[in-house]
């Protein structure tokens, strides 16, 4: 990865922060906190005068006065003065899934997001991306078959229907999408009947979670698909098991936002009533449904019914979850997606050639929210 695609994103960029935070000095984090929570639209902070100085909790928001007003200027100047992080592979993941699990694609960017966008933050950000980058793994980018083994997760609580034959993902797929164009036709309804309502609707473009998905586990790491989750369920345990796939499978990587944009384009299903209202609130793109058509159609999801016909799986690599996630995708057309509910490092199997090769071992998550092999 280069330090361009550690800044490209609003995931690349909250990697970074998280990379940094916890070496930067006290008062470059004091600035961090206070910047990020005034622009948190859903911010609860109170403050208190005290000695030797403020102290905060949550609360209905006050204002504690100039002096705990950091300007953008102020937090990138202590980010620039503070010392560079030392970068391991450990402290790399951890960062990520710090990200990961900050990623909101059906409402606003947090406080911290909306900080990290702004060009004033961009001289400290550029500074730790060219810092990180000659750290990454080469196995951010590309396929899934570049180093461990390939993972499947069976997680606490969440029932297994079952395991499906090619004929019965082909049938799962075609339900997929036909609730799908059913949805969009029962929304687009619903606008025309209240088009001044914004609800909140399907905000994921993932296919059906049905199908096999997989993720890598490394030697010494625990399986990498435990700590990468959006709108993560706060799952305390989990089975995992190793898993072959196929050899010769043809999988389609999505290693940036062009890749993402291809997909769209080869067979896209118009999603603009069911999850234009989130995409738009995520990306900070409102203006983009002003004086639209009503049947219009502004954003779109691949229509993995038809994928599925000419690819075994997809892969979307670390790189590019990075750089695509929490972006609109312009397709050139008029048209934009967002790639949303994925996990970086995530496959997901259109074949049933995807086999068990051990036993399952359940996983548990500690006080501090790590992995480990339950005893």
Known sequence: MT??????????????????????????????????????????????????????????????????DPTLRDV???????????ITLPRLLSALSTSTDATMPWQEPDGTDALAADPAMRRALDRLAHHVASSVPSWWSGGAREAGTQVEIRWDDVPVMFDLDREGIVSELSTWRYDAVRWEAEQR???????????????????????????????GLWPLGLSLQEDDHGWQSAEVTEV??????????????????????????????????????????????????EDEQLWVRPDWSHVAEHADAVHVSIRGYLTTAGRAIDLGDGRASVLAGWAPDATVWFVPQVERAGSLRTYARDDDGRWHPAA
Do not use: K, M
């Not at 993402?260 to 989130?278: F, H, K």
């Open 244 to 293: 072959t796939t196929p050899a010769e499978a043809r999988v389609l990587v999505v290693d940036g936002p062009e890749d993402w944009a291809a997909l769209c384009r080869t067979a896209a299903l118009d999603v603009t009533a069911t999850s234009g209202d989130d995409w738009e609130r995520s990306t900070g793109t409102e203006e983009r449904s002003l004086g639209r058509r």
């Open 76 to 86: 990138n100047d202590l980010l620039l003065a503070s010392p560079l992080p030392a």
């Open 189 to 219: 309804e619903q606008r025309r009947a209240h088009p001044f309502v914004r609800p909140s609707g399907i905000w994921w473009s993932t296919p059906p979670r049905t199908l096999a998905w997989t993720s890598r586990h490394l030697p």
């Open 3 to 68: 330090p361009e695609d550690l800044v490209a994103g609003p995931r690349g960029r909250r990697l970074l922060l998280a990379l940094a935070e916890p070496g930067a000095t006290q008062e470059a984090r004091d600035a961090l906190f206070d910047a990020s929570s005034r622009r948190d639209p859903y911010s609860v902070t109170v403050w208190f005068r005290g000695e030797p100085g403020s102290t905060r909790i949550d609360g209905p928001t006050q204002d504690p006065g100039p002096s705990h």
